[in-house]
C-alpha cells in the first residue's frame, strides 16, 4: 500500500510494509476434532482445505469476520508442525502477516538484522508466496510474510 502525503507543497510516498495480519496459524494434531471445535467457536464451516506437500501439512481456512483462521495438521512425522506439536503442544504456530512485495520487505528485514528461515520466498496455501522470519530474532514469535500470487 502507497500513501502520498503532501506537506508544504511536498510529496512524500510513505511505504506499509506489514499491510495487516492475513491469518494466524494454528498447529493442531486432528483435523476432524479441531475442524468440529472450530466450527462451533466461531460459527461458520471451513471455507477452504488444502494439501501443502512442501511443507507436509494440510491447511484449513477459516473466515471469521475480516480475520483468518488457518489450521496446520502434519501429513508427515518429520513436518515441522508434527514437531512442534510434540514441542509445545497443539495451538498458536505463526502469525501470518500480508505484503505488497515479498522480496522487497525481506531484504529490508534482513537489513534490519532479522533472520529467515528460508532465504527465496515459496509457494503456500492459499495462493501465496511465503517466507517465515526464524522466532529467535522475532521474540519467540514465527512470523510468516504473504504474498498474494500475482
Same mark, same amino acid.
Given at each position: 500500500?502507497?500513501?502520498?502525503?503532501?506537506?508544504?507543497?511536498?510529496?512524500?510516498?510513505?511505504?506499509?510494509?506489514?499491510?495487516?495480519?492475513? %491469518?494466524?496459524?494454528?498447529?493442531?494434531?486432528?483435523?476432524?476434532?479441531?475442524?468440529?471445535?472450530? =466450527?462451533?467457536?466461531?460459527?461458520? !464451516? *471451513?471455507?477452504? &482445505?488444502?494439501?501443502?506437500?512442501?511443507?507436509?501439512?494440510? &491447511?484449513?481456512?477459516? !473466515?471469521?469476520? *475480516?480475520? $483468518?483462521?488457518?489450521?496446520?495438521?502434519?501429513?508427515? *512425522?518429520?513436518?515441522?508442525?508434527? #514437531?512442534?506439536?510434540? $514441542? #509445545?503442544?497443539?495451538?498458536? %504456530? %505463526?502469525?501470518?502477516?500480508?505484503?505488497?512485495?515479498?522480496?522487497?520487505?525481506? $531484504?529490508?528485514?534482513?537489513?534490519?538484522?532479522?533472520?529467515?528461515?528460508?532465504?527465496?520466498?515459496?509457494?503456500?496455501?492459499?495462493?501465496?508466496?511465503?517466507?517465515?522470519? %526464524?522466532? #529467535? =530474532? =522475532?521474540?519467540?514469535?514465527?512470523?510468516?510474510?504473504? !504474498?498474494? #500470487?500475482?
Amino acid at each position: 500500500m502507497r500513501i502520498n502525503v503532501i506537506t508544504y507543497f511536498r510529496i512524500y510516498e510513505i511505504y506499509f510494509m506489514l499491510n495487516k495480519i492475513e %491469518h494466524i496459524g494454528i498447529a493442531i494434531k486432528d483435523a476432524k476434532t479441531s475442524v468440529e471445535l472450530f =466450527s462451533k467457536l466461531f460459527n461458520v !464451516q *471451513p471455507y477452504k &482445505t488444502e494439501r501443502v506437500e512442501s511443507e507436509n501439512v494440510n &491447511t484449513i481456512f477459516f !473466515q471469521v469476520g *475480516p480475520n $483468518k483462521m488457518e489450521l496446520l495438521e502434519a501429513t508427515s *512425522p518429520d513436518s515441522a508442525i508434527a #514437531k512442534f506439536i510434540e $514441542k #509445545k503442544g497443539e495451538g498458536i %504456530h %505463526h502469525i501470518a502477516y500480508d505484503v505488497e512485495d515479498i522480496y522487497a520487505e525481506m $531484504k529490508r528485514l534482513k537489513a534490519e538484522g532479522f533472520i529467515f528461515i528460508n532465504e527465496e520466498p515459496k509457494a503456500g496455501a492459499d495462493n501465496k508466496l511465503i517466507a517465515f522470519i %526464524h522466532p #529467535k =530474532s =522475532s521474540n519467540g514469535v514465527l512470523i510468516e510474510l504473504c !504474498q498474494e #500470487k500475482k
